[in-house]
């Protein structure tokens, strides 16, 4: 029996997900989170086989949620679960230790395979996400737009370019000297300027208007 938890703060995603997988008998649901902090304090009791990760979350994000529980229990697999097919946020979730990236339109006979495929080692990506990754090299030499966000202050732009390398809010104010408040008022406030909710749609601006020109 596979032991599976979710990951997801929309509460149909869990219900639905839980009766799809439930019905199988080589898989168990055994408990859902409809946030990852409360994921990871969970794990200090008990890790399952897999764990199914949402993207898109408050808080804490599936990207960097997925590089802590990677470093603390790297015998997990987790798969990734999101309504988007953006390429840079497969390539930073399958950096950051994810052994598969579904979308979540995905079927029961498609969840199933890939839970099977990460089990034996093996890197599951639905035929959606496989494309995606394969026009990366095309879209990379499209001509970007102008920027029309307001200019980033110089602080701003290290703590985006760490944001960018996947470091968590802590491990930013350990790097900068600066107060885990401080990092969080900077990571709001770079969120207002590009207009965006979450880190999610931060890679995606920072990415499609060449926000850092070094990118």
Known sequence: MTEIYIVDDHKMVLEGLSLLLNTDTDLEVSKTFSNANDL???LEKHVP???L????????N???ATKIIKKSYPHVHIIALSMISESNLIKLMLKNGAGGYLHKNAGHEEIKEAIHHVLTGKKYLSEEISDALLNLNQSDYKPRPDSPFPKLSRR???ILELILEEKTTQEISDKLFISFGTVETHRRNIMIKLGVKNTAGLV????????LKKL
Do not use: K, Q
């Open 40 to 42: 990871i304090e969970s």
């Open 49 to 51: 086989d897999v764990i």
């Open 62 to 64: 599936g990207i960097e």
């Open 156 to 158: 701003e732009e290290e």
């Open 204 to 211: 995606r601006v920072v990415y499609e208007y060449n926000i």
């Open 53 to 60: 990760m949402d993207i898109n979350m408050p808080e804490l």
